[in-house]
């Protein structure tokens, strides 16, 4: 059989080329196309680079989150002009061991934009995703010339943010190349920046913000977001990497899925016409995965093509899946184990997963 393997990455554990070639092994003798996935997180970068053979890896030291310089990496292709970043390059929550929303800056991620500018960038594509920051994109901005004033019309310094001190843009000193750029934004997630559904209710927590702390950090970030003269603060994916989208959105970027965009770059549609299966699948597979997640978006497309989907996850909580062609789903821990030893063993417990489902699905073809 023809198998489309897909997976996503299992974070801490495996990259989606990882993850892919553990799935492979189990399929020997079948006809395997791996094909790797990011939904504009972890592995975006990585999978332009996989599909891109043309393209260059630039590498540069930033100031990163709390102003600490670090070696971060982005796509640049000379032949098209285009730029390819990756927010957890720069400012990452897996660049720290420590968690601190309330200090750390995206201006590193801004960084990397302006040397994409001085290459001659005329398309720079951001994925959102795995940031470590909830400042509302302000170091982005400020790396890119953008001044933010307090009350007494003082320059506020980037590192910490001190998103709490803003009372003004100034935009006079933007790069006069960012105004001439296509922006685009790659990411998994639909938040608004503000409310119930905004960056610092639903993803302020994984960065380390106090549950008790989460209305004043929201309260603070609409203040920020009425220093600025275009209300983008509803926008699809405004509150993604912590509100980094809602400063791309100021440039006058256009949001798309993560998933379309690696899809359009494999050229997967293509593939799966002829294909009798497709394998994807994640770390944790939950009511999360069906808004915008690679795998359920990848089954999605299958369904279209009518070629059936399995979903191979660390960790599944799903009773029911929407009729978008899903067989089954997998959690491919098969005995008691903790959650270190599960993560650690990632990959012969997902080949060992895949291989008991072909011997059903060989023994029945």
Not at 298 to 327: K, N
């Amino acid at each position: 059989m023809r198998i489309v393997v897909a997976m996503d990455s299992f974070k801490g554990s495996l990259t989606s080329v990882e993850a892919n070639r553990a799935v492979r092994a189990a399929l020997a003798g079948h006809d395997v196309v791996e094909v790797p996935i990011s939904d504009g997180g972890e592995g975006f970068l990585n999978a332009w680079f996989l599909t891109h053979p043309h393209a260059e890896v630039v590498t540069q030291d930033v100031m990163s989150l709390d102003g600490t310089v670090r070696q971060a990496r982005y796509g640049w292709s000379e032949r098209t002009r285009e730029a390819v970043i990756e927010v957890a390059e720069a400012s990452g929550l897996t660049l720290i061991d420590v968690l601190d929303p309330w200090r750390y800056s995206s201006y590193g991620t801004g960084l990397q934009i302006k040397d994409a500018l001085g290459h001659g960038a005329t398309r720079i594509t951001v994925g959102l995703g795995g940031s470590a920051t909830v400042d509302g994109g302000k170091g982005l901005l400020e790396a890119l010339g953008v001044r933010f004033l307090d009350e007494t019309g003082h320059v506020i310094d980037s590192f910490p943010h001190q998103l709490e001190r803003v009372a003004q843009v100034d935009w006079t000193g933007l790069l006069p190349e960012a105004r001439h750029v296509e922006w685009r934004m790659a990411s998994d997630v639909t938040n608004p920046l503000l409310g119930l559904s905004g960056a610092a209710a639903v993803f302020g927590p994984q960065k380390g913000l106090a549950l008790t702390d989460v209305d004043r950090y929201d309260e603070q970030l609409a203040a920020y977001a009425r220093c600025f003269e275009r209300d983008v603060t509803g926008q699809p994916g405004a509150g993604a990497a912590g509100g980094i989208g809602f400063a791309l959105y100021q440039l006058g970027a256009v949001y798309g899925s993560g998933i379309d965009e690696v899809v359009r770059w494999s050229k997967l549609e293509e593939t799966l016409q002829m294909a009798d299966w497709l394998i994807t699948g994640e770390g944790r597979f939950d009511e999360q995965s069906l808004h915008g997640k690679a795998p359920y978006g990848l089954a999605r497309i299958a369904y279209a093509h009518g070629v059936p989907t399995l979903v191979f996850a660390g960790q599944s909580e799903l009773i029911a899946v929407p009729d978008v062609g899903i067989e089954a789903v997998f959690p491919i821990v098969c005995r008691v184990m903790t959650l270190e030893e599960s993560m650690q063993q990632a990959a012969p417990l997902l080949t060992d997963a895949v291989s008991r489902a072909f011997r059903l699905i060989d023994k029945d073809a």
